[in-house]
């Protein structure tokens, strides 16, 4: 059985920091490019950031370019999202996704496996 479960998110004041987390089980890890989505209230999910499963390839949408980063750990089965400098807008569901093609796709429907979400609010 596929899991994927987040941790990290909470209540932050704006210009803080978060550290999300994402075990993943039940699959080869290596063989998936991993995605961090994130939903706001009556907003579409949205790509946020982006890892190729080669680990040399990623994505980050303009809006968190500079402040958020994503990495994995393959020995931990973990992929990780760093978000600095957090702003009110950043308030979502935040959710990690695994895909298994090759690159890093924006589109919610290539991603066969989903955590649960976790939420993020940003106070300002």
């Known amino acids: 059985q596929v899991q994927l479960v987040e941790s990290g998110g909470g209540l932050v004041q704006a210009g803080g920091s978060l550290r999300l987390s994402c075990l993943v089980s039940?699959?080869?890890?290596?063989?998936?490019?991993m995605g961090w989505f994130r939903q706001a209230p009556g907003k579409d999910r949205e790509l946020v950031v982006g890892?190729?499963?080669?680990?040399?390839?990623?994505y980050s949408a303009d809006s968190v370019k500079g402040r958020f980063t994503i990495s994995r750990d393959n020995a931990k089965n973990t992929v990780y999202l760093q978000m600095n400098s957090l702003k009110p807008e950043d308030t979502a569901v935040y959710y990690c996704?695994?895909?298994?093609?090759?690159?890093?796709?924006?589109?919610?429907?290539?991603?066969?496996?989903w955590g649960q979400g976790t939420q993020v609010t940003v106070s300002s």
């Open positions: 890892l190729s499963r080669s680990g040399f390839s990623t």
């Open positions: 039940g699959l080869t890890f290596g063989y998936y490019s």
């Open positions: 996704a695994a895909d298994a093609g090759l690159g890093i796709s924006r589109r919610v429907q290539d991603y066969e496996y």
